[in-house]
């Protein structure tokens, strides 16, 4: 598989995931005095319908399953970057420190994101921090550095 091709497979599969990450914040009504595990900090304020007993875990299924199918798509494109990421001079133009910085900050949101979803699935928090925060703000530097990269790879 192409690079380009790996990229928009990844990207298809990632975008699942983060709308229902995101939808998972909505669902704990982060606005309720009392029920907030992170701050409702981001602009998500819709009425999740409540007559749809099954919805939440559609999305929660579609989150890990679909996560789940997008590593070895990760791995992958990291492995055909790789060369790329370690290429010397490391920034010829200021433009092109923008974008390996935003390449760092996607590689380390994105590694940071499967590797804490995954230990989530399995219970097995080998860190000392709240997942659900973590993992939230982690969600957020990944999609500000996706939507980042994507912007400077427009034409």
């Excluded at 701050?39 to 399953?65: E, I, R, S």
């Excluded at 970057?81 to 370690?86: E, Q, S």
């Amino acid at each position: 598989m192409r690079t380009a091709a790996l990229g928009t497979a990844l990207l298809a599969l990632v975008s699942i995931v983060i709308v229902t990450g995101f939808l998972s914040h909505v669902a704990y009504s982060p606005d309720l005095r009392g029920n907030p595990i992170v701050p409702a900090d981001l602009p998500l304020n819709f009425a999740w319908p409540t007559g749809f007993t099954y919805l939440y875990a559609l999305t929660q299924g579609l989150h890990v399953n679909v996560g789940l199918v997008a590593i070895p798509f990760l791995l992958a494109k990291l492995w055909s970057v790789i060369p790329r990421l370690f290429a010397w001079p490391p920034a010829a133009s200021p433009a092109q420190a923008l974008e390996r910085l935003s390449i760092g900050l996607l590689v380390g949101s994105s590694v940071f994101e499967f590797v804490t979803g995954v230990m989530n699935i399995q219970y097995w928090y080998g860190f000392r921090f709240n997942f659900v925060v973590a993992h939230y703000y982690g969600a957020v530097v990944f999609v500000a550095s996706l939507l980042l990269h994507i912007a400077l790879k427009m034409p």
